[in-house]
């Protein structure tokens, strides 16, 4: 089946610091790519859409500035919380559409705490 | 801002038992998909269930679909403690294939 990987699976850093995320189909090529934010006890949140070689798209009330996204290949799409806060800090999901396959297939999760 | 709300927010059952969860949006759909999240785990992709269709198994998972109620359900029979977990709807609208998630039930499955 269609694997998605995220690293690192956990991160501490110090306000102020910046935070890169990696996602990566690991088994499939993926066109688009989605992030996601998840607080706890909460739902997850869409933050952007990513397509290889072109800018991302981002949801309403993200800044694109402070949450970069670069998807350079079309199996790895990084997430970069530039300047993190403690509020920053949460659960970032992604996940890679295969091809016309409607599923998206999630990673496992990178739980960021800002101090 | 979330499309879906679903109900319960919380369930506990005893194993063997059955386990329903609603779930309800707003606008129309392409196709709607049920998920489960194990405690600071990603999602696992459980069933899809598509605009033109009523009812969909899958193992001991049942979901029905009622577009015009806006509304869906997954039943999950003969519960097990492995199926403790968080289950979330979510709807795609289409052509972006972008997921909007509901807000999610809790499911605790007591052995």
């Known amino acids: 089946g269609a694997v998605v990987s995220q690293h690192p699976s956990w991160v501490i850093c110090k306000s102020g610091t910046s935070v890169k995320i990696e996602c990566r189909s690991l088994?499939?090529?993926?066109?688009?790519m989605f992030w996601y934010r998840q607080f706890p006890k909460q739902s997850l949140m869409l933050m952007a859409t990513?397509?290889?070689?072109?800018?991302?798209?981002?949801e309403q009330g993200v800044e694109k500035d402070k949450f970069l996204i670069n998807h350079a290949s079309l199996t790895l799409s990084t997430l970069t919380v530039t300047s993190a806060h403690p509020e920053d800090s949460s659960f970032y999901i992604c996940s890679a559409l295969q091809g016309a396959v409607e599923t998206q297939y999630f990673g496992p999760g990178t739980r960021l705490l800002v101090l | 801002s979330q499309q879906g709300e679903e109900d319960p927010q919380a369930l506990s059952i005893q194993e063997g038992e059955n386990a329903t969860m609603n779930c309800s949006y707003k606008?129309?759909?392409?196709?709607l998909q049920w998920y489960r999240q194990n405690s600071g785990r990603g999602l696992v992709h459980l069933i899809l269930i598509r605009s033109n269709e009523r009812e969909k198994h899958s193992g001991r998972l049942r979901v029905t679909l009622d577009t015009s109620k806006k509304s869906s359900s997954l039943l999950i029979t003969a519960s097990r403690a492995a199926d403790t977990a968080s289950y979330f709807c979510a709807t795609d609208p289409g052509s972006a294939r972008q997921l909007t998630f509901g807000s999610g039930t809790q499911l605790t499955v007591l052995p």
């Open positions: 606008t129309s759909i392409n196709n």
């Open positions: 990513s397509n290889e070689g072109s800018k991302a798209t981002y």
């Open positions: 088994d499939f090529q993926a066109t688009t």
